[in-house]
């Protein structure tokens, strides 16, 4: 079976990027809602589930930020 080929890191312009925050939040946003709903309804794991979704996409959210590589100076 042949593995997929990761392709080469690029920058991303800041309209992407803005864009993509701006998905991560609404996704958060629908996951916590879809959580309460299914909570307030009984089904506790579709409720844990939510939550789960909600806690990536806000991982990934926390993970758009300038990285610490990319902030030091190289000295030259």
Do not use: F, Y
Request: proline share 7%.
């Amino acid at each position: 079976m042949p593995t997929a080929q990761r392709k080469p890191l690029r920058a991303v312009q800041p309209s992407v990027a803005a864009a993509t925050t701006n998905q991560l939040e609404q996704t958060i946003a629908d996951c916590h809602a879809r959580a309460k709903d299914a909570a307030e309804s009984g089904d506790i794991s579709a409720s844990a589930r939510w939550i789960l979704a909600a806690l990536d996409n806000e991982r990934r959210l926390a993970g758009r930020g300038p990285q610490v590589l990319q902030i030091i100076k190289p000295r030259g």
